[in-house]
């Protein structure tokens, strides 16, 4: 039975010492000290022995039992140092390595441009109104002095959407300027109190669509800011003094700016607002075409037909608005050549703002 017992031992210590990873340590556990391994067998065989040799027989198996047990907690130690050190090593960390940038995301140009445009407004004390893009014939052109067969109407190419059998007027298309959210702005505040509709300084902002071929000149898409003001005694003058200060804030305290005269059919007198060119500073250069000049906005005062589709009488009230592009105003400003590189996604031309 010693003999035996040594043999187990022996056998035992040669396989653990091959171990080299939990698995078979695990196995090894059970095949050498678990409850029917063969120590574990000699306890149950000892009462079948002679009577004298029993004590030394259970003394040896016990100690085989505990040389195994410590063998097998020494071997589990050490494969647990082994793998932290390998994870050590492999997980090294250089504190001293400077950290790896990670690329943010940013507002697209137009969108930046767009609030720093509302912002000036707002800190002049419009609010901010948005209308819908989708919008009706009637509210795209007719509410605004723009008749079925008004030529104005070339002018802005526009994408109709099929309703099948709507009259013209609830035809429905894609607005093709922000325009129409005169209308839409001046009915909701009249509906408000029809004998005495309140005052009205809101800045509109919208997507804008055309059915245009597209060039470097031309999207199908842009955005604008139209601009409405309507109360009593609002004079041609407020809105010179208005836009020359709007042109000031955005582009600079010595912006000079000037008025030249118009045609639009929603304005009565209309007129396109000119900035000194802030690129050469008004002495003539290529984004100016050598005028010094550049042309930034379209307005005038709200004609009494459209006052009075929005529910203003025109005998007691008055306004001006305007409407301008975000987008032209960065192209001039950056001499962007090209307006598809506002919707062509690529990040290349959207990383540099
Ligand atoms: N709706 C015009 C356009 O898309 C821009 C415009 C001109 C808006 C004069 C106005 C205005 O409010 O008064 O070209």
Redesign the pocket.
């Known amino acids: 039975m010693l003999e035996k017992l040594a043999q187990i031992e022996k056998e035992a210590l040669e396989a653990l010492s091959k171990i080299e990873e939990e698995a078979a340590l695990e196995a090894w556990r059970v095949a050498n000290i678990g409850r029917s391994s063969p120590v574990m067998n000699v306890f149950s065989q000892l009462g079948s022995l002679p009577k004298e040799e029993r004590p030394a027989a259970g003394q040896r198996a016990n100690q085989v039992k505990t040389a195994l047990e410590t063998a097998f907690a020494e071997k589990k130690e050490a494969l647990r140092q082994a793998a932290l050190a390998r994870s050590l090593a492999s997980e090294r960390l250089d504190v001293t390595l400077p950290g790896r940038p990670f690329r943010r995301g940013r507002l697209h140009p137009a969108t930046q441009n767009l609030r720093r445009i509302l912002s000036i407004l707002g800190e002049m004390g419009f609010q901010v109104y948005t209308a819908r893009d989708v919008e009706t014939d009637e509210y795209n052109f007719q509410l605004l002095n723009i008749p079925p067969h008004h030529p104005a109407r070339e002018?802005?190419d526009t994408f109709y959407i099929e309703t099948g059998e709507t009259d013209e007027a609830r035809r429905l298309v894609l607005r093709?300027?922000?325009?129409p959210g005169?209308i839409r702005a001046m009915r909701e505040f009249s509906a408000q109190n029809p004998q005495n509709p309140p005052p009205i300084r809101i800045a509109l902002p919208g997507m804008?669509y055309r059915f245009e071929q597209i060039t470097a000149r031309s999207e199908v898409q842009f955005h604008?800011i139209?601009?409405?003001v309507v109360g009593q005694n609002i004079t041609f003058a407020d809105l010179k003094g208005t836009l020359s200060e709007f042109a000031r804030r955005m582009f600079g305290r010595n912006a000079r700016t000037r008025f030249r005269a118009d045609h639009?059919p929603?304005?009565e007198p209309?007129a396109e607002m000119d900035v000194e060119c802030f690129v050469c500073g008004g002495k003539g250069c290529s984004v100016c075409k050598k005028s010094g000049w550049l042309e930034i906005?379209?307005?005038?005062m709200v004609h009494p037909v459209v006052l009075q589709n929005g529910g203003y009488d025109p005998a007691r009230y008055t306004g001006?608005?305007?409407?301008m592009g975000p987008e032209r105003q960065l192209m001039l400003r950056h001499k962007i050549t090209d307006i598809r590189y506002f919707w062509g996604n690529d990040v290349r031309f959207l990383e540099q703002f």
Do not use: D, K, N, V
């Open positions: 002018m802005q093709t300027h922000t325009s005169q804008c604008q139209e601009g409405l639009f929603f304005t209309s906005l379209g307005c005038g001006f608005a305007f409407g």
